[in-house]
C-alpha cells in the first residue's frame, strides 16, 4: 500500500470498496442539486465542485449506502477513503472523512500515511479538521509513538499537516499532552496563515475546558508572540 518514503502507492483492492463506492456514486448523483451545487462551491472559495447536496440528507443518503455492510479491514478503509478521494466532488471526500471517523479503531498506525494524503490532496479546512480530531488524533491515542510524527508535521511548510497537528488533541480532554500543545503554539505563534492562528487559538480554548488555569498562563506568558485572532479565541470562553 505504501511506497518507500511512506506514501500511498495506489489504491489497495477491496470487494466492500466496490460496493460502496458503487452505491455511493449512484445515490448521491440521484440527488444532485445544481443550483445549490453552485453555492457551495462559491462558499467553499471554489476548492472543489460540488453536487449540492446539503448536509443532513447526505447523511440520510449515507446511512442507506452503508446499510447491511460489514465492518471495514483497514485495507477496505484505505481504498474507500483514496477513491473517494479521486472523485472531483465534493460530497464524496465527506462520506470518506466520515466513513473513517465511524471506523478509525478498525486501523493500526499504519494508516497515517494514508490520512496524510488525504489531508494534502484537494486542502480545505472542512475535510482537514476532521480529519484531524476524528482520525489522526485517535490514531495517535492508540499508538503514543506516532506523537513523533506530529513532532514532524508540526514543522512541515504545509499549513495543512501544521494545522492537524495543531488539532489532532482537541478532543482529548484530560489526557492531552499539554508541554505538547504548547509548543507546537509557540512554534507556530508567528506565523501569519489566518488557519494556523485560529487553529493555535482553538486548540487553546478547547485545552481551556479542561485546565482553564494552564491555558491563561500559558497565553500571557506568550501574548507578544501571539496573534491577537490566537489569544481572543484562547480567552474566548474564560
Not at 58 to 82: G, I, M, Y
Not at 131 to 138: D, F, I, N, R, S
Not at 163 to 191: E, I, M, P, S, V
Not at 201 to 215: F, H, I, M, N
Amino acid at each position: 500500500m505504501l511506497s518507500n518514503d511512506g506514501r500511498p502507492r495506489g489504491v489497495p483492492s477491496s470487494a466492500l470498496a466496490d460496493t460502496l463506492l458503487e452505491r455511493l456514486t449512484g445515490t448521491y448523483a440521484g440527488a444532485a442539486d445544481p443550483v445549490r451545487a453552485a453555492a457551495m462551491t462559491a462558499y467553499m472559495k471554489d476548492v472543489a465542485p460540488f453536487l449540492g447536496i446539503p448536509t443532513p440528507l447526505r447523511r440520510e443518503l449515507s446511512k442507506a449506502v452503508t446499510k447491511d455492510t460489514p465492518a471495514p479491514t483497514e485495507t477496505d478503509c484505505a481504498a474507500l477513503a483514496l477513491r473517494c478521494r479521486r472523485l472531483p466532488e465534493r460530497e464524496y471526500q465527506y462520506f470518506a472523512v466520515d466513513y473513517l471517523r465511524r471506523h478509525v479503531r478498525r486501523c493500526s498506525s499504519g494508516f497515517l500515511p494514508v490520512v496524510r494524503h488525504l489531508i494534502v490532496t484537494v486542502p480545505w479546512w472542512d475535510t482537514v479538521d476532521l480529519l484531524a480530531a476524528h482520525t489522526v488524533g485517535p490514531l495517535v491515542a492508540a499508538d503514543p509513538a506516532l506523537a513523533v510524527v506530529m513532532d514532524e508535521w508540526i514543522e512541515d511548510e504545509d499549513r495543512w499537516l501544521a494545522r492537524t497537528a495543531l488539532l489532532h488533541q482537541l478532543r482529548y480532554k484530560g489526557a492531552t499532552d499539554a508541554g505538547r500543545l504548547f509548543a507546537y503554539c509557540r512554534r507556530q505563534a508567528g506565523h501569519p496563515d489566518f488557519f494556523l492562528r485560529k487553529a493555535i487559538g482553538w486548540s487553546l480554548r478547547e485545552y481551556a475546558k479542561t485546565d482553564p488555569d494552564a491555558v491563561r498562563a500559558f497565553v500571557e506568558a506568550e501574548r507578544a508572540a501571539l496573534s491577537l485572532l490566537s489569544v481572543r479565541e484562547a480567552l474566548k470562553n474564560l
